[in-house]
């Protein structure tokens, strides 16, 4: 997948994540609330896995 995808991709699994944990908030349903943090720490995962892979190939400060 192409860089630009991957960002748009993480960017609506975050948005829509937040969303369905102001939903489950809103109307008490636990089940919707568990599953929107669940996509979110899933979009946290996936934009720390980009931030490590990008980390690895930049040279050091020495």
């Not at 630009?4 to 609506?12: A, T, V």
């Not at 829509?16 to 995962?45: K, Q």
């Amino acid at each position: 997948m192409k860089p630009k995808n991957e960002k748009i991709l993480i960017i609506l699994i975050c948005v829509f994540g937040i969303l369905v944990v102001g939903y489950g908030m809103a109307t008490e349903n636990d089940l919707v609330f568990v599953v929107g943090i669940l996509l979110v720490i899933g979009g946290y995962l996936l934009i720390r896995w980009r931030l490590k892979a990008s980390a690895g190939k930049k040279p050091g400060p020495l």
